[in-house]
């Protein structure tokens, strides 16, 4: 199993910069997939990135592509994600997904078998 953790949230002004982490526990985070999605009110959970286990095959959702970056230190048991030019509809809970199987693609959150709590993000216009 893997359990995780987010932090890094907050609020930020447009333009502004954060950088998510997502603290793993468990023997599997270093082969796990894994991703991060988010979730504004009142709309679906959106896929923003993912990275293989060996920490290459970066895919990223249209509306972050050339903003946001993905990457993970396994020695560590860490995902992050380092968002640039945020915009204020990137205002979501973002959260991070731990994927250990192969079934639904990887943009589908039921493709993830373990998920954090949760981190707020807030961009301000």
């Known amino acids: 199993q893997v359990q995780l953790v987010e932090s890094g949230g907050g609020l930020v002004q447009a333009g502004g910069s954060l950088t998510l982490s997502c603290a793993a526990s468990g023997r599997t985070f270093s082969r796990s997939d894994m991703g991060w999605f988010r979730q504004a009110p009142g709309k679906e959970r959106e896929f923003v990135a993912r990275?293989?286990?060996?920490?290459?095959?970066?895919y990223y959702g249209d509306s972050v592509k050339g903003r946001f970056t993905i990457s993970r230190d396994n020695a560590k048991n860490t995902l992050y994600l380092q968002m640039n030019d945020l915009k204020p509809e990137d205002t979501a809970v973002y959260y991070c997904a731990a994927r250990t199987s192969g079934n639904y693609v990887y943009t589908n959150p039921r493709a993830y078998d373990y998920w954090g709590q949760g981190t707020q993000v807030t961009v301000s216009s």
């Open positions: 990275i293989a286990w060996s920490g290459g095959n970066f």
